[in-house]
């Protein structure tokens, strides 16, 4: 299966696609300095292939890539981020706590 992920400026979500057909996306919120993570969503179809995680992933080194803090709201993003804590560090330590990563 061939998987790639583009930012979707317009519809501001991170969206990835497998064989060319959307198969999923992260919605996010944009502010200067701050992208906060509010919803993802994988096609019931393509569930259980590791899609989420592979946009999840692809969306946070982009977000690195641009010198943007994180805020995942959204719990795929969050959880997500409790497994991989080599980019906890998007996380600005002072909004961990609001968002559920102060353990």
Not at 1 to 22: C, F, K, P, Q, S
Not at 65 to 74: A, I, K, T
Not at 96 to 103: F, K, M, P, T
Request: aromatic residues 8%; hydrophobic residues 40%; charged residues 30%.
């Amino acid at each position: 299966m061939e998987t790639a992920v583009n930012d979707n400026h317009a519809l501001h979500r991170y969206e990835i696609t497998a064989d060319g057909e959307l198969a999923g996306f992260t919605v996010y919120e944009l502010q200067p300095e701050v992208i906060a993570f509010m919803h993802t969503e994988i096609g019931e179809e393509w569930g259980g292939r590791g899609l989420g995680s592979i946009l999840v992933r692809c969306a946070l080194d982009d977000v690195r890539s641009r010198g943007l803090d994180v805020l995942p709201y959204c719990p795929f993003v969050r959880s997500w981020l409790e497994r991989h804590d080599d980019y906890l560090d998007l996380v600005p330590e002072s909004k961990r706590h609001e968002v559920g990563l102060d353990a």
